[in-house]
């Protein structure tokens, strides 16, 4: 990813060479992933995958997760597509375990016709008049009432794949389901460079048509620089960023959130990440990296 520039070294500037990734389109035969300790355990038949063994091994290994989500890429197809649909349901579980919504900030909101609420008397007197001036009834459309609510948020979520193009898998007004949404991430592969200012880019024209309040551009990645782009200026445009790197490779992130004033946290796991997006979420802007 592309983060703070490097000095240049003598005879020119240095890029860091691309980072490592399977590349787009390679599979991998069930000789690889038998490599693993489990994979018999999880897959003991040509496109077989005991959906009971993996919720046993996740139960006892977290990072057996690891192994399902090396077994969406497999090149036996069945087992790929069984792997896909089971990562993916576990994925929208865990997020929808959490807590419903993030807490906000409450605040009393005027509303014109509403059925519910507190009726401001002040703020209805135009409405009243108006009716009696008019020889009609005093309607809903005439008063004003104030309730509790918390301010709509509209997220954009970035996804670090390592390469070079951007590719919108739900656009902000899509009905799209999750779990094809889920399926969908699960079926990225990249390799190579990432130009992280158009993903960025994209992101922020997404939320540009949202009516949401507060907007939030939500970056999964390490931001590590493999090619020169103008990332920072891109992400400090932003309305929100959020930042959620690798707690083993989070050097870059943490400066980026720095130059760009962005909240960040260490994902340990994949699935700890709604926990870490839910503090985030609810943190102020002054705080910073939320470790897991």
């Known amino acids: 990813m592309t983060g703070p520039p490097t000095a240049p070294a003598a005879g020119g500037p240095r890029r860091p060479p691309p980072k490592s990734g399977r590349r ?155 779990a094809v949404v889920a399926e969908r991430l699960l079926g990225l592969r990249g390799h190579g460079v990432t ?8 992101a922020g024209e997404q939320l540009a048509t949202a009516r949401a309040r507060r907007r939030v551009v939500i970056l999964l990645s390490d931001c590590r620089s493999t090619d020169e782009d103008d990332t920072i200026e891109t992400a400090c445009s932003l309305p929100e960023l959020i930042i959620l790197a690798p707690a083993d490779d989070h050097e870059q992130a943490a400066q980026l959130a720095g130059l760009c004033g962005a909240r960040w946290g260490r994902i340990t796991h994949p699935l700890d990440a709604a926990a870490v997006l839910d503090q985030l979420l609810e943190a102020q802007p002054a705080d910073q990296d939320v470790p897991t």
């Open 24 to 178: 787009t389109g390679q599979t991998v035969g069930r000789h690889e992933l038998a490599r693993h300790s489990r994979f018999a355990e999880l897959s003991p038949e040509v496109g077989v995958l005991d959906q009971e063994a993996v919720s046993r091994a996740l139960a006892g290994d977290p990072s057996a997760f690891e192994l399902l989500a090396l077994m969406t890429t497999a090149t036996d197809e069945r087992l790929r597509a069984a792997a896909i649909r089971l990562s993916s349901q576990i994925v929208l579980d865990r997020a929808r375990a959490g807590r419903p919504s993030m807490r906000g900030i409450s605040r009393l909101r005027p509303a014109r016709g509403a059925l519910d609420g507190d009726l401001d008397i002040d703020a209805s007197i135009d409405g009243v008049s108006a009716a009696r001036a008019e020889a009609r009834p005093v309607g809903h459309d005439d008063l004003t009432t104030v309730h509790w609510a918390r301010p709509r948020t509209a997220f954009a979520v970035v996804v670090d794949r390592s390469a070079a193009t951007v590719e919108v898998i739900k656009p902000l007004a899509s009905d799209t389901a999750p």
């Open 195 to 202: 130009r992280l200012a158009g993903a960025l880019k994209a």
